[in-house]
T-cell receptor, first 115, second 117 residues
Framework: GESVGLHLPTLSVQEGDNSIINCAYS??????FIWYKQESGKGPQFIID?????DKRQGQRVTVLLNKTVKHLSLQIAATQPGDSAVYFC??????????????FGQGTELSVKP | DTEVTQTPKHLVMGMTNKKSLKCEQH?????MYWYKQKAKKPPELMFV???????INESVPSRFSPECPNSSLLNLHLHALQPEDSALYLC????????????????FGDGTRLSIL
């Protein structure tokens, strides 16, 4: 079936280093992608999104790259901080006309930042 | 703090009880969602409401009954749940883009942690 998956389940980085979290998706019809951060005891928090007509989008300390040719999505976090420690989920939206979006999440990567 | 408010934060109930989970947003979003999340797993979609009408039911058992009383509120009524229904239940909302396609991010509450005895 259709799926969104991650290459690495866990990632440990040193404070100040850059982090890269990868994600593969299989539905070529997906046209909107989102990265979420989920801290313990909280709901997923929106980080950044990208539409399929773009290949790169930058936010504050974060960059999302989309490669539609190989169906790959990545999240780059610059100068990683201890507060970035969390589980990160990529998600693709399968849009259903006038019925809201069906969000399909990847399995998640746990990012651990060492001080 | 999240702009989607869910109550209660924790709920413990027996298999014969009836309870309700509540979700509220005041961002003017016209799409609202219920998700179920088990430990160490991603959220799984249960229901989607668009303009207060149920638009997607992901084959959820009838012991879960959603309700959207108005554009700001979303309820999930629970009855005769099973121990395997213990999970974090997340509510989310999103803005309709006006194109009919969903290309706006979903914003999540912090969930209700449900335990079935």
């Amino acid at each position: 079936g259709e799926s969104v998956g991650l290459h690495l389940p866990t990632l440990s980085v040193q404070e100040g280093d850059n982090s890269i979290i990868n994600c593969a998706y299989s539905n070529s019809a997906s046209d909107y992608f989102i990265w979420y951060k989920q801290e313990s005891g909280k709901g997923p928090q929106f980080i950044i999104d990208i539409r399929s007509n773009m290949d790169k989008r930058q936010g504050q300390r974060v960059t999302v790259l989309l490669n539609k040719t190989v169906k790959h999505l990545s999240l780059q976090i610059a100068a990683t901080q201890p507060g970035d420690s969390a589980v990160y989920f990529c998600a693709e939206t399968q849009s259903i006309y006038n019925q809201g979006g069906k969000l399909i999440f990847g399995q998640g990567t746990e990012l651990s930042v060492k001080p | 703090d999240t702009e989607v408010t869910q109550t209660p934060k924790h709920l413990v109930m027996g298999m014969t009880n009836k309870k309700s989970l509540k979700c509220e947003q005041h961002m003017g979003h016209r799409a609202m969602y219920w998700y179920k999340q088990k430990a160490k797993k991603p959220p799984e979609l249960m229901f989607v409401y668009s303009y207060e009408k149920l638009s997607i039911n992901e084959s959820v058992p009838s012991r879960f009954s959603p309700e959207c009383p108005n554009s700001s509120l979303l309820n999930l009524h629970l009855h005769a749940l099973q121990p395997e229904d213990s999970a974090l239940y997340l509510c989310a909302s999103s803005q309709e883009s006006g194109t009919g396609h969903s290309d706006q991010p979903q914003h999540f509450g912090d969930g209700t942690r449900l335990s079935i005895l």
